[in-house]
């Protein structure tokens, strides 16, 4: 069963950078779609982007100027990075695989907290 | 952008009585639609994508139908697990994007 954990830092500070990373564990990264997914407290879900197994990447429109996505094979990791923070990127994150080449998301992180604050 | 528009908002039932909930895509999406469950504290779990296959491990008693515009997800005989907030979600391949409706949540009556 493959599972999804994300790590990072629980607090930014406004203009700086986010970055968290997906550890997947139970299959290996070289295959399927990585995606990250973000929900304000209290709020609904955006979809932030993914990177698939060979590296291309996809990203929100509305966040595409700020994310950087990236994997590293050898760790089974991926990662996100947001830059130029604000408030309004306070939320929990979550790092989601996708079922098969269609992308449904179907295994989540249990996701992470991230407040940005000074 | 596609906008996907769930009602109702809240829905109040009681275990046993079946539920169904609505999703409406401001253009059409064909079957590219999906729906997650998500209880309080946790992430959301896949319960149907394409319109109408059963995620892994999701049981009979959840089943989605629709195309086009005009979807809906059914649950045949409410469990008492079953109450929580349900995201209906869309994909399109281009230009990529994924968005979610604002969620319908299914309260104990």
């Known amino acids: 069963q493959v599972q999804l954990q994300e790590s990072g830092p629980g607090l930014v500070k406004p203009s700086e950078t986010l970055s968290l990373t997906c550890s997947v564990s139970g299959g290996s990264i070289s295959t399927y779609y990585w995606n990250w997914i973000r929900q304000p407290p209290g709020k609904g879900l955006e979809w932030i982007g993914y990177?698939?197994?060979?590296?291309?990447?996809n990203y929100n429109s509305s966040l595409q100027s700020r994310v950087t996505m990236s994997v590293d094979t050898s760790k089974n990791q991926f990662s996100l990075k947001v830059n130029s923070v604000t408030a309004a990127d306070t939320a929990v994150y979550y790092c989601?695989?996708?079922?098969?080449?269609?992308?449904?998301?179907?295994?989540w992180g249990q996701g992470i907290l991230v407040t940005v604050s000074s | 952008e596609i906008v996907l528009t769930q009602s109702p908002a809240t829905l109040s039932l009681s275990p046993g009585e079946r539920a169904t909930l609505s999703c409406r895509a401001s253009?059409?999406?064909?079957?590219?639609l999906a729906w997650h469950q998500q209880k309080p504290g946790q992430a959301p779990r896949l319960l149907i994508y394409d319109a109408s296959h059963r995620a892994t491990g999701i049981p009979a008693r959840f089943s989605g139908s629709g195309s086009g515009t005009d979807f809906t997800l059914t649950i045949s005989s409410l469990e008492p697990e079953d109450f929580a907030v349900y995201y209906c979600q869309q994909r399109s391949d281009w230009p990529p994007l994924y968005t979610f409706g604002q969620g319908t949540r299914l309260e104990i009556k």
């Open positions: 990177i698939s197994n060979s590296g291309s990447t």
């Open positions: 253009q059409s999406i064909s079957k590219y």
């Open positions: 989601v695989r996708g079922r098969d080449t269609s992308n449904w998301l179907e295994y």
